[in-house]
């Protein structure tokens, strides 16, 4: 460990170099974050949701990890769009399915994440990502279509997911296998409004994004937790990762209006295009949430 500049320092992750704040939350507890200090900290509603869920050291692609990793304070949005079902074919793995809501219909997201407090400090987080079909199903059940659009219970492939920071793209990438780089991500989301923008190697846009936000509906912490799992091949085996999601408070707009979406020049806007989205459907907004990312693990799935 050494000192690089002022409040931040460099660690070995599974031998990657990273920086990360000075007296930050990952370099005090490297995971085994005290929560009863979590708790003290004025942006965090409360800790009851991490105290039911242990953590557990396990080997990972980066080393030896403590997981789940505990996201404290954060907020997230979701544009969900209909797109053709051949469209999405083209460009996830034969393995997997499009979840159809219509006879070649798909559903596609571009979604934006800011966690303000979390176990390996602040960062921001873009993806476009698309539904899939749960891996081990045969038949599509109709409760999983209303599930998937209730935010109940998703499953899905990520084509794109930027972060802005160091540790975040190392663990995404090489311990969870998502398709991450670093870049300017700007991330803002408050009652009124919602916005952010995904810089390119250029330092150009690459999406950019503004709406209203949906207005917000409290619930008490536990009471509404939904579960997304996300599929990834890393050298010819598959993996899947859970993450649930405490939602404290959240809105939805269905056919919202005033909706910005620039699709710019760079990996998310050509992954958006190739996808074709024909309308958007959805504006799902979390102003505070909290999350439990688990390692994945390996999992089997159907040839198709």
């Not at 083209?90 to 994440?113: D, T």
């Not at 935010?151 to 084509?159: A, E, F, G, I, T």
């Not at 690459?206 to 937790?225: C, H, I, M, N, W």
């Amino acid at each position: 460990m050494t000192s690089t500049k002022q409040n931040t320092i460099e660690v070995d992750l599974g031998g990657h170099t990273v920086t990360v704040p000075a007296g930050g939350l990952f370099e005090r507890f490297r995971m085994d974050t005290d929560l009863d200090e979590v708790a003290r900290d004025p942006r965090v509603g409360g800790v009851d949701f991490f105290r039911t869920l242990p953590k557990t050291r396990v080997e990972s692609r980066i080393g030896p990890t403590l997981t789940p990793n505990f996201y404290y304070a954060m907020s997230s949005a979701r544009l969900t769009m209909i797109a053709p079902s051949k469209a999405i074919r083209n460009r996830i793995p034969g393995e997997l399915a499009p979840l159809e809501i219509a006879p070649g219909l798909g559903l596609v997201s571009v979604m934006f994440f800011r966690y303000d407090v979390c176990d390996i400090d602040f960062y921001t987080e873009a993806a476009v990502g698309v539904a899939v079909r749960p891996a081990r199903h045969g038949k599509i059940p109709v409760a999983d279509v209303a599930s998937a659009l209730a935010n109940d219970h998703l499953h899905s492939y990520v084509l794109s997911l930027p972060v802005n920071t160091d540790i975040a793209q190392v663990r995404g990438r090489h311990g969870y296998g998502f398709p991450k780089w670093v870049t300017e991500l700007d991330v803002n989301i408050d009652d009124r409004r919602t916005t952010a923008r995904i810089a390119n190697a250029d330092g150009g846009v690459d999406l950019a994004f503004s709406a209203p936000t949906p207005t917000q509906k409290r619930t008490r912490s536990g009471e509404k937790v939904s579960t997304l799992t996300s599929y990834t091949k890393v050298d010819d085996a598959w993996y899947s990762t859970l993450n649930q999601t405490n939602v404290l408070a959240s809105g939805t707009s269905m056919f919202p209006r005033g909706v910005d979406l620039t699709v710019g020049t760079g990996r998310m806007a050509d992954d958006l295009r190739a996808l074709k989205p024909i309308r958007t459907i959805a504006f799902d907004v979390s102003t505070e949430a909290q999350a439990a990312l688990h390692m994945p693990v390996p999992f089997s799935v159907r040839s198709r």
